[in-house]
């Protein structure tokens, strides 16, 4: 059973990317436009937009930098998007910030930086985007999560967090619109090779590449699903830690991160 619109045929589907300057958000830049999709790609970093923008195929490609904690350059942005297209079918937000923390190394500040831009900055981007989005089973809005959001894991403390807003926002989102015939994915990736995951001093079980991460996540939007998890080797067995009694989860991730 499908829970959301089978998307297949991107050509000439109106796609905004927020956080498509690096890592999965560049890859499926690269990815859908190669399929014939038209293309907003927004991120911070404006220098990075127009080199990406410039190497893809097609020219109805749009680059507007804004930042996703910021509303008022978002506002802005969707002015120029809707003047140019007079709307959108699929957002897609990306945009995402980590830093490794532990219990005696975290600070309030730092905590509220990722929840700033894993989570908050998402919902900026629901609230602006939602009355651009088609009704009628055509598209809708895609959260990007983290399988970190699943439970509680060592030196996630800011970021897991964050992320485990993100998803349970995405489910309320899902169960308010989908009646309107709008879509709402959220998509859990576990380690992808980025600037981000790099900061990493631990062997990351299951790593992909950005590119292999942009073919996942199409592949999801293909087959209809809510939630798009990726690499399933990997996303299958935190799904099944998630299923554990505390006594049991805790010592078996305490043994597995050394603690």
């Known amino acids: 059973m499908s829970l959301n619109p089978r998307i297949t045929d991107w050509r000439g589907k109106r796609v ?17 436009a190669a399929q014939g999709a038209r293309l907003v790609l927004s991120a911070r970093n404006g220098e990075a937009l127009t080199r990406i923008k410039a190497a893809l195929p097609g020219e ?46 975290f600070t309030p500040a730092t905590v509220r930086r990722l929840c700033e831009v894993n989570y908050l900055g998402a919902v900026n981007f629901a609230y602006a985007v939602l009355p651009m989005l088609p009704h009628g089973a055509r598209g809708g809005l895609v959260l990007v999560s983290s399988v970190a959001g699943y439970r509680g894991l060592p030196k996630a403390l800011g970021y897991g967090a964050a992320k485990a807003a993100l998803s349970y926002f995405a489910e309320c989102l899902y169960l308010d619109l989908h009646p309107r015939g709008v879509g709402v994915w959220v998509v859990n990736p576990g380690f992808v090779a980025t600037r981000l995951t790099a900061q990493n001093d631990f062997r990351m079980p299951a790593l992909v590449t950005p590119e292999v991460a942009a073919e996942a996540f199409l592949d999801g939007m293909a087959a209809g699903d809510f939630e798009i998890h990726f690499p399933r080797r990997f996303t299958w067995f935190m799904k099944l830690l998630r299923r554990l009694p505390d006594c049991i989860y805790f010592r078996l991730v305490s043994r597995t991160a050394g603690g």
């Open 60 to 105: 109805d490609h749009l680059a507007v930098s804004c930042d996703a904690t910021n509303p008022g350059q978002l506002e802005q942005a969707c002015a120029e998007v809707m003047a140019a297209w007079d709307g959108i079918d699929v957002a897609i937000y990306l945009a995402g910030d980590y830093i490794p923390l532990n219990a005696w190394d």
């Open 16 to 32: 905004w990317l927020l956080g498509a300057s690096s890592g999965i958000g560049e890859a499926l830049a690269r990815a859908l």
